[in-house]
């Protein structure tokens, strides 16, 4: 293979569209946060809307790992299929559950949340339960399409997403100051345009069979349960901790929790953009050095943590925040001190999705879910210690790095382990320095 294949060039004519497609995805939340802001009683709307938002991502993130399944399983037809009906079944079951936690205050209860308060996300989480299964089915052919290697697609239907997202929200704000109405209308437009958008691309693309595969995929729904579980206890411990931190901030006041959306928002619209070095690393691993992928990952990860750094310590960044959040200034110190506190977490991010893509290409799924697991667990037990020290929002963030860089030593440690063992010589064979 010719050296230009491996080269900085080539990965980043790869990258820039997948990650153009999660930068604006993550942009979503910013635009809403935007339009909020401008709304009569915005501090308890943008409260409103990290708490219903972070938990309509807890139950998207079971469904996360259906994009990298859907890449691996593309040139099968079985696999592919059985993935599909296998989405549509924990997308169903993920919808009732949404429906569920809204109606019954649990989570109020558990954490003293104001009923005020609790009374606009629970609206907020009803209206959004049809999120998992356009999510979930969006990914599944993103899946497919990047594993062609179509991924200006991806881009343009982020870019539609994020269009039709930031009409629907100003349209919403120009008729009603209900902010609970105009996130979730504005949420559930752009990702329905995304799915119809990228539906009819897929009918476009042929997927040749792969009639000799070096690995062994499902065959029926309780073998492919046996592989997704491992990815899905990945993101849901990492996201069932993204949940709790802004529970356990609504703890320590209303005020605490709107700059947290807003600073969070910012900050993983921008940390966002690394994640789709996994998919890279899956795509090119047997053909690619590591050493080469891995520095790439380490460079994309050292720019977009320049910027957090830049938002936070800048005069510019101040003029931006400002805007952000319509000179609110008790938002704005608050958000400097996130961006801050969370400036290496795209370095980090960059490593713990270079290490899970490698983790897929051997197919030990069940590496990912183990360093989650240990890593959200400190997570949790620290944030939920740092509350009776009145913790800032910046205390908070802090603690999302130190897991996420706990969590890269474990996948570190654990590839090393496996790439030793001697039913790793798949890995050995298509992943070397040679």
């Given at each position: 293979?010719?050296?230009?294949?491996?080269?900085?060039?080539?990965?980043?004519?790869?990258?820039?569209?997948?990650?153009?497609?999660?930068?604006?995805?993550?942009?979503?939340?910013?635009?809403?946060?935007?339009?909020?802001?401008?709304?009569?009683?915005?501090?308890?709307?943008?409260?409103?809307?990290?708490?219903?938002?972070?938990?309509?991502?807890?139950?998207?993130?079971?469904?996360?790992?259906?994009?990298?399944?859907?890449?691996?399983?593309?040139?099968?037809?079985?696999?592919?299929?059985?993935?599909?009906?296998?989405?549509?079944?924990?997308?169903?079951?993920?919808?009732?559950?949404?429906?569920?936690?809204?109606?019954?205050?649990?989570?109020?209860?558990?954490?003293?949340?104001?009923?005020?308060?609790?009374?606009?996300?629970?609206?907020?989480?009803?209206?959004?339960?049809?999120?998992?299964?356009?999510?979930?089915?969006?990914?599944?052919?993103?899946?497919?399409?990047?594993?062609?290697?179509?991924?200006?697609?991806?881009?343009?239907?982020?870019?539609?997403?994020?269009?039709?997202?930031?009409?629907?929200?100003?349209?919403?704000?120009?008729?009603?100051?209900?902010?609970?109405?105009?996130?979730?209308?504005?949420?559930?437009?752009?990702?329905?345009?995304?799915?119809?958008?990228?539906?009819?691309?897929?009918?476009?693309?042929?997927?040749?069979?792969?009639?000799?595969?070096?690995?062994?995929?499902?065959?029926?729904?309780?073998?492919?349960?046996?592989?997704?579980?491992?990815?899905?206890?990945?993101?849901?411990?990492?996201?069932?901790?993204?949940?709790?931190?802004?529970?356990?901030?609504a703890m320590t006041g209303t005020l605490n929790v709107a700059i947290w959306a807003a600073g969070w928002a910012l900050t993983i619209s921008i940390s966002n953009a690394v994640r789709m070095?996994?998919?890279?690393?899956?795509?090119?691993?047997?053909?690619?050095?590591?050493?080469?992928?891995?520095?790439?990952?380490?460079?994309?990860?050292?720019?977009?943590?320049?910027?957090?750094?830049?938002?936070?310590?800048?005069?510019?960044?101040?003029?931006?925040?400002?805007?952000?959040?319509?000179?609110?200034?008790?938002?704005?110190?608050?958000?400097?001190?996130?961006?801050?506190?969370?400036?290496?977490?795209?370095?980090?991010?960059?490593?713990?999705?270079?290490?899970?893509?490698?983790?897929?290409?051997?197919?030990?799924?069940?590496?990912?879910?183990?360093?989650?697991?240990?890593?959200?667990?400190?997570?949790?037990?620290?944030?939920?210690?740092?509350?009776?020290?009145?913790?800032?929002?910046?205390?908070?963030?802090?603690?999302?790095?130190?897991?996420?860089?706990?969590?890269?030593?474990?996948?570190?440690?654990?590839?090393?382990?496996?790439?030793?063992?001697?039913?790793?010589s798949y890995f050995k064979r298509n992943i070397s320095e040679n």
């Amino acid at each position: 293979m010719s050296k230009v294949h491996g080269s900085p060039r080539y990965l980043f004519k790869q990258f820039i569209p997948m990650a153009t497609s999660d930068i604006v995805m993550a942009l979503g939340d910013p635009i809403i946060i935007f339009v909020l802001a401008s709304l009569t009683d915005s501090t308890h709307y943008l409260a409103a809307f990290a708490l219903g938002k972070s938990i309509a991502v807890f139950f998207e993130s079971p469904i996360i790992p259906i994009l990298p399944t859907a890449n691996a399983m593309a040139y099968q037809t079985r696999a592919r299929n059985l993935l599909l009906n296998f989405t549509l079944i924990l997308s169903i079951s993920l919808m009732i559950g949404m429906i569920i936690i809204g109606y019954i205050p649990v989570l109020p209860t558990l954490f003293q949340i104001d009923a005020v308060l609790w009374q606009s996300t629970s609206l907020l989480i009803v209206l959004l339960c049809p999120w998992p299964l356009i999510i979930s089915l969006r990914r599944y052919w993103q899946g497919q399409i990047i594993r062609v290697g179509l991924t200006d697609i991806i881009a343009k239907g982020s870019l539609l997403r994020c269009f039709l997202l930031t009409v629907t929200a100003l349209a919403m704000a120009a008729f009603t100051d209900q902010g609970t109405w105009v996130a979730a209308t504005a949420l559930l437009a752009g990702t329905m345009g995304e799915l119809l958008f990228i539906r009819n691309q897929v009918n476009k693309i042929t997927l040749k069979e792969e009639k000799s595969c070096t690995t062994t995929l499902p065959d029926n729904l309780i073998t492919m349960s046996h592989y997704y579980w491992p990815l899905a206890q990945s993101t849901i411990s990492l996201w069932g901790a993204r949940l709790l931190l802004p529970l356990f901030i609504a703890m320590t006041g209303t005020l605490n929790v709107a700059i947290w959306a807003a600073g969070w928002a910012l900050t993983i619209s921008i940390s966002n953009a690394v994640r789709m070095l996994q998919q890279l690393v899956i795509r090119n691993a047997g053909q690619i050095k590591k050493a080469s992928l891995y520095i790439f990952s380490i460079s994309i990860g050292c720019c977009f943590s320049l910027i957090l750094f830049v938002l936070a310590t800048t005069s510019w960044g101040y003029s931006l925040l400002k805007y952000y959040v319509d000179s609110q200034d008790r938002l704005i110190n608050g958000i400097q001190g996130i961006l801050l506190a969370s400036s290496l977490l795209p370095i980090l991010m960059s490593l713990q999705n270079y290490y899970q893509g490698l983790h897929m290409v051997q197919t030990s799924t069940v590496a990912i879910g183990r360093s989650a697991v240990v890593a959200n667990l400190v997570l949790i037990v620290t944030a939920l210690t740092i509350i009776y020290f009145n913790a800032t929002p910046a205390w908070f963030a802090s603690i999302v790095c130190l897991a996420t860089l706990l969590e890269v030593f474990l996948l570190a440690y654990q590839l090393k382990n496996t790439a030793n063992s001697s039913d790793a010589s798949y890995f050995k064979r298509n992943i070397s320095e040679n």
